[in-house]
């Protein structure tokens, strides 16, 4: 008997009710008239892009996530970018904060150790960002006055579900980070 189909998966940040706000409707004004703003439900930080796995691998998955140990950190986007040759808008980070990077390097270290070929993606997989809507069309951004902030306290192992409109998301599992010391 064969294993049931493969699933389509990745490691996220989610922002909170309030940031998700901000960011949805930052994405609504810089959309456009041709631009699709992302829905608030979709909006994310991407992780680690891990791509098609089988259902034991999802378990596999949950394992190596469930044994990272990072603290937990303010997230702060502080500027807007946008690639012109997909059509992206999106908030991010002047300057990749600490937490996120050590996070991004430990999971990412796990998944390698464990045999799983982080997805290379263009651009994108080099700048921490949320992406804000697609197939826009821009000469120039505005400066992000006031910086989104929100407070990352897990990262979620998330699947893609495809359809022809857009994609949507569900989270398999959720992985508390530890409380920040700050003494």
Known sequence: MS??????VFFALWPDAEASGHLAALGHSLAGGGGRAI?????????????SVTPSQVAELERIAAAVRADAFELSLDRLG??????????????????????????????R??????????GSAQVPHVTLARRVRC????????????????F?????????SAASYQTLASFPLAAADLD
């Open 3 to 8: 294993e049931a189909r493969s699933r389509r």
């Open 39 to 51: 829905r608030p439900a979709s909006l994310h930080l991407t992780l680690a892009f891990v791509g």
């Open 82 to 111: 946008f690639w012109p040759q997909r059509g992206i808008l999106w908030a991010g980070c002047r300057q990749t904060p600490a937490p996120l990077r050590r996070l991004g390097e430990r999971l990412g270290a796990e998944l």
């Open 113 to 122: 150790a464990a045999d799983f070929a982080i997805a290379a993606r263009s």
């Open 139 to 154: 000469a120039s951004l505005p400066r992000l006055e006031t910086p989104v902030r929100w407070p990352v306290g897990e």
């Open 156 to 164: 979620a192992l998330v699947e893609t579900h495809l359809h022809p």
